[in-house]
């Protein structure tokens, strides 16, 4: 019995001191704090203001993060990216930016540019609870190609339970959430 609670003290310490080491600052349990820029109008031209989705918009909503090895989440607006521990091969910054949040379109930007490459892919997940019910079983999330300037739908899944539709990246890029081909919530 005692060689047993030795075992199980010495696995208490062991992962103790790594939780230590390791921390928690990048980890996808870290708590959210809001950003200066939250609700700020955004002022450059962004492919969806220049697609004149923001038409009417009042508000930006802008969550950046440092992201290391051991992955981590940025949350902002409807849309809330996961990395997952070894997805980057160094520290970077993220940044999410939902223009408006009466749209579902996220802007996604990573620098260094050299990091928009992952090695594992993230998650990318809207919360659809605005959506119409009906429309939520057909809704993708798709990626604006800037080459030809045409929105490319992706594989993606919907949760009916949360009221989420996701998708995994490879890189980052301008999103959003369409169902029947049109945007909208």
């Given at each position: 019995?005692?060689?047993?609670?030795?075992?199980?003290?010495n696995?208490?310490?062991?992962?103790?001191f790594?939780?230590?080491?390791?921390g928690?600052s990048n980890?996808?349990?870290q708590?959210?704090?809001?950003?200066?820029?939250?609700?700020?109008?955004?002022?450059?031209r962004?492919?969806?203001q220049?697609?004149?989705l923001?038409?009417g918009?009042?508000s930006t909503?802008?969550?950046?993060?440092?992201?290391?090895?051991?992955?981590?989440?940025v949350?902002?607006?409807?849309?809330?990216v996961?990395?997952?521990?070894a997805?980057?091969?160094?520290?970077?910054?993220?940044t999410?930016?939902?223009p408006?949040p009466?749209?579902?379109?996220v802007?996604l930007s990573i620098?260094p540019?050299s990091?928009?490459k992952?090695?594992?892919?993230?998650?990318?997940?809207?919360?659809a609870?605005?959506?119409?019910?009906?429309?939520?079983s057909?809704?993708?999330?798709?990626y604006?190609?800037?080459?030809?300037?045409q929105?490319?739908d992706?594989?993606?899944?919907?949760?009916?339970?949360?009221?989420t539709?996701?998708?995994?990246?490879?890189?980052?890029?301008?999103?959003r959430v369409?169902?029947?081909g049109k945007?909208?919530?």
């Amino acid at each position: 019995m005692s060689r047993l609670m030795r075992i199980s003290w010495n696995l208490v310490l062991g992962l103790s001191f790594s939780l230590a080491l390791a921390g928690c600052s990048n980890m996808p349990t870290q708590p959210v704090a809001p950003s200066s820029s939250e609700s700020a109008i955004g002022t450059s031209r962004e492919p969806a203001q220049v697609l004149g989705l923001l038409e009417g918009s009042s508000s930006t909503t802008t969550t950046t993060a440092v992201i290391g090895l051991l992955g981590g989440t940025v949350k902002a607006g409807d849309f809330t990216v996961v990395f997952p521990p070894a997805s980057l091969t160094q520290r970077a910054t993220v940044t999410v930016s939902q223009p408006d949040p009466a749209h579902p379109v996220v802007n996604l930007s990573i620098t260094p540019a050299s990091a928009n490459k992952f090695l594992l892919p993230v998650l990318l997940t809207a919360n659809a609870k605005r959506m119409d019910p009906a429309l939520l079983s057909t809704a993708k999330i798709s990626y604006y190609n800037p080459a030809t300037g045409q929105w490319e739908d992706r594989v993606s899944t919907v949760s009916i339970l949360n009221l989420t539709v996701s998708t995994p990246l490879w890189h980052f890029s301008t999103y959003r959430v369409t169902s029947g081909g049109k945007a909208g919530w």
